[in-house]
Nanobody, 123 residues
Framework: QVQLVESGGGLVQAGGSLRLSCAAS????????MGWYRQAPGNQRELVAA???????TYADSVKGRFAVSRDNAKNTTYLQMNSLKPEDTAVYYC?????????????????WGQGTLVTVSS
């Protein structure tokens, strides 16, 4: 079917930067949107940033001006550039995609999640 593979998490000091990547593969006809969510211990999963196929973007208020989401449609890949990281950004970051898939039949939209990558920001 469809899989998302993330990379780029790790440990960084406050004020530093990280770049996450997420590549989609499988029975993909088109990708309606790709984005990133995060979940810190004891918290609900929350939207961080997302980009629709037309290029429009959505950001959580807490990351506006610091994070930037982008897509390489030819590679079915999305990126999250995270700058000026803060300890409160520490969380597991999950890639998400809404994908139009034609297998297995019938064709349908799939909501797909990556396995998650840990981002730890030390103070």
């Amino acid at each position: 079917q469809v899989q998302l593979v993330e990379s780029g998490g790790g440990l960084v000091q406050a004020g530093g930067s990280l770049r996450l990547s997420c590549a989609a593969s499988g029975t993909i006809v088109s990708i309606k949107s790709m984005g990133w969510y995060r979940q810190a211990p004891g918290n609900q999963r929350e939207l961080v940033a997302a980009m629709a196929s037309g290029g429009s973007t959505t950001y959580a208020d807490s990351v506006k001006g610091r994070f930037a989401v982008s897509r390489d449609n030819a590679k079915n890949t999305t990126y999250l550039q995270m700058n000026s990281l803060k300890p409160e950004d520490t969380a597991v970051y999950y890639c998400h995609a809404r994908v139009w898939s034609d297998y297995p039949l019938p064709p349908r939209y799939l909501e797909v999640w990556g396995q998650g990558t840990l981002v730890t920001v030390s103070s």
